[in-house]
Structures are given as structure tokens and as C-alpha cells.
């Protein structure tokens, strides 16, 4: 409770000093728009990946101390430039798809691998999978299940 008054507190801080232009014309389809949202903390040297859970329940250890962060779908995760982390599935019979954006078009140029993440991960992993429901995927239509 305490961390989602705290989430709920840093966004609402933000947000007071972000910047939203509500119109922005598209450049090769004049008939079309959108809103642009950009927090007050932006930096395009900074590369934030963004995450976007279409289907299934993962979770990510983040930071110093591995904080466990669950995702359902439809649910966002940005990872702060330079943060360590380590993504996971939440279910052992189901896959999970998400969506991932990089600012970043050397990505891989910079990635340095982390090994102890994977012991931490490896420990937390089981009771954090018996702690949320991860239902069997739903058969698609014209599928006999």
C-alpha cells in the first residue's frame, strides 16, 4: 500500500511539471493526429526501454535489490536508463508477448550482462509464480481444446 501511495505521489509530482501538447498533426497524413505526453524528467540522451504486456503475466527484477515488478496484460513497465534488470515469465505452461521499445539503435552495442542477476531471479522466481494465477491460455477460434 505504501509503495502505491508512493508511485501514485512521484506521478502526481511528475505530472504537475510534465508538458502535453494535445494536438500534433501527422507530417505524411495531414487528416490525422494524436497528443503527445512528455514528462518533466525526459532526456532523449537518456534511453529508457518501454515494455507493453499484450498477453500472459511476467515479472521483472529491477534495481540494486531486485524488486520483483509483475505485469499483466495491457500494463506498461519503463525500465530507467542504467538500471539492471531481468524479465521473466510468470507461468511455466504459457508464453508471454509483449511489445518492447528501445530508444536506443545500439542497444546491444552497450548491454553488459549481469550473472548474479540470474541467482537472485532463479531463487524468487517459484514463489513469486505461486503467488499469481497464470491461467492456461484461452484456444483460438477453430481450435479444439
Do not use: W
Not at 496484460?73 to 504459457?94: D, M
Not at 528501445?102 to 532463479?122: N, Q
Amino acid at each position: 500500500m505504501r509503495r502505491a501511495a508512493l508511485l501514485l505521489l512521484t506521478f502526481a509530482t511528475l505530472a504537475a511539471r510534465a508538458e502535453l501538447t494535445e494536438t500534433v498533426v501527422c507530417k505524411d497524413a495531414p487528416d490525422q493526429s494524436y497528443a503527445l505526453y512528455v514528462p518533466a524528467s525526459y532526456n532523449p540522451a537518456k534511453k529508457i526501454p518501454i515494455v507493453y504486456l499484450l498477453d500472459g503475466h511476467a515479472v521483472t527484477f529491477m534495481g540494486t535489490r531486485l524488486d520483483p515488478v509483475v505485469q499483466g496484460p495491457g500494463e506498461f513497465l519503463f525500465i530507467p536508463a542504467g538500471v539492471a534488470h531481468l524479465p521473466a515469465n510468470l507461468s511455466t505452461e504459457n508464453p508471454v508477448l509483449a511489445l518492447v521499445c528501445r530508444s536506443d539503435p545500439k542497444f546491444y552495442e552497450s548491454l553488459e550482462l549481469l550473472p548474479d542477476i540470474d541467482t537472485v531471479a532463479h531463487d524468487l522466481l517459484p514463489r513469486l509464480r505461486q503467488r499469481h494465477d497464470t491461467k492456461p491460455a484461452q484456444p483460438e477460434l477453430g481450435e479444439e481444446s
